[in-house]
């Protein structure tokens, strides 16, 4: 490596907003975050399930009065 050209890499810890802290090396230093692995709905499993039964009765509700017409 060429000596001076390459940033500082140093100890930083990562804080999320759920209070989990990692420690890790980095050049930015230390930073928070919003969400990380300890509360990421994706990786805890503990996913929200959407109601999407109500969006599909107002789209049919919606298009249904121009199902029957002809676009020319």
Do not use: L
């Not at 890499?9 to 759920?18: E, F, G, H, L, R």
């Not at 990421?40 to 009065?65: C, L, Q």
């Amino acid at each position: 490596m060429k000596p001076g050209i390459h940033p500082e890499y140093k100890d930083s810890t990562i804080t999320c907003a759920c209070g989990a802290v990692v420690e890790t090396r980095s050049t930015r230093g230390s930073f928070t975050t919003d969400v990380c692995s300890a509360c990421h709905p994706f990786y805890t499993g503990k996913h929200k399930i959407m109601d999407v039964a109500g969006r599909v009765d107002r789209f049919r509700r919606k298009y249904a009065a121009t199902a029957g017409k002809s676009a020319g």
